[in-house]
């Protein structure tokens, strides 16, 4: 009877824990509302596609980051990793040398990350119908080239390799397609039809959306250090900062439609 009862308790934490373990995954992969769309066949300002993928170590950059006591994620510091080489002398017994290669953003540890669907406004569509005796249609049509751009909340150290670090965890936790910088170009538009009721007025807003990400970055200075054969990095110094980041999504556009009495 008491195995019984211990088996059905386990059963029963276990399915919890996939239950939270797969809501936390969902948490991270916002769902696209539907007054979102995607432009990207639309827009005629063609955005460059944004690829950061992951720089995989080499085998000694690998063996290198393993003897890290503070764990290294910079892409540019693993590059330059990648491009050291270090051959193993048959006399080096009692050989040392201390390499400083400097001062570095090793890793960002995400902690925050939510989706503004209305993060900026790029453009209105107006149609009056206040004389009309039937609906009439309206269709989104970017009026003026629109940037839209993000950045750091706060300065910091190495801004580039930070904001490096934090767009690459920020589209692994979210797949979506986002870039620091994205543009709409005058004259895109949409075969979506948006009806104005007689005697009503319509305004069709556009917006940008963008990804709110928040976590620490961690900064220290790196040593190679050789004793004999033997290869290793130490960091020194290391400290942490609390950052966010705004970074909108490329060629997409959320859209709100309202129809009035009098104008706004």
Known sequence: MKK?????????????????????GQQQKPKIPDTVMEISKENTYPNPTQDLPYLQPSELSQALIDTSTVPIENPDLIRILN??????????FGYRATIYLGEWALNYESTETATNWEYQKINTNFNDNRGGKSPIQMHYKQEAQKSIKGGLTAKVPEAEHV???????????????????????????????????????????????????????????????????????????????????????????????????QPK
């Open 163 to 261: 904001k490096k670090m934090m767009l690459l965890k920020a589209m692994k936790k979210t797949n979506l397609p986002l870039s620091f910088e994205t543009i709409i170009g005058a004259g895109t538009k949409t075969e979506q039809i948006y009806n104005v009721p007689r005697k009503k007025l319509g305004y069709l807003y556009a917006y940008a959306p963008a990804v709110n990400e928040k976590g620490k970055v961690t900064y220290g200075e790196v040593y190679l250090v050789l004793k004999g054969n033997k290869k290793s990095i130490v960091v020194k110094n290391v400290t942490s900062q609390g950052i966010g980041a705004w970074i909108p999504l490329q060629d997409h556009v959320t859209f709100g439609f309202v129809t009035t009495d």
């Open 4 to 24: 019984k009862l211990f088996l059905t308790i386990i059963m029963v934490l276990s399915l919890i824990c996939s239950q939270s373990a797969l809501a936390k």
């Open 83 to 92: 491009e050291t080489s270090i051959s193993d002398a048959p006399l080096a």
